[in-house]
């Protein structure tokens, strides 16, 4: 069994930075994608970012520039580095990561969810 567990979430103000972290355990053999993806009220869930094992990352068009993901595979974790927050950017923040078991067999998994909200 695989836990996500994320933190760093919290109230900031406009034009600040915030850094979430998830950090996976349990019965890990490796990690493939890693990725963040946020969902406000009454909107769906979008993927904001997210980072193959390789290194190659993507990120929604709206976060560009501001949002920086990274992974330390060691340390089975994935950091959202978010700069220059605006206020569209408060929603719950949730890390996914696709994750190989000791048998090799690969699930999705799921962070709790971490709010962000951010003031103007």
């Known amino acids: 069994q695989v836990q996500l567990v994320e933190s760093g979430g919290g109230l900031v103000q406009a034009g600040g930075p915030l850094r979430l972290s998830c950090v996976a355990s349990g019965s890990i053999f490796s990690i493939d994608d890693m990725g963040w993806y946020r969902q406000a009220p009454g909107k769906q869930r979008e993927l904001v970012a997210v980072?193959?094992?390789?290194?190659?990352?993507n990120y929604a068009d709206s976060v560009k520039g501001r949002f920086t993901i990274s992974r330390d595979n060691a340390k089975n974790t994935v950091y959202l580095q978010m700069n220059s927050l605006q206020p569209g950017d408060t929603a719950v923040y949730y890390c996914?990561?696709?994750?190989?078991?000791?048998?090799?067999?690969?699930?999705?998994?799921w962070g709790q969810g971490t709010q962000v909200t951010v003031s103007s």
């Open positions: 980072v193959l094992y390789g290194g190659i990352t």
């Open positions: 996914n990561m696709e994750v190989y078991d000791d048998n090799h067999y690969l699930n999705a998994y």
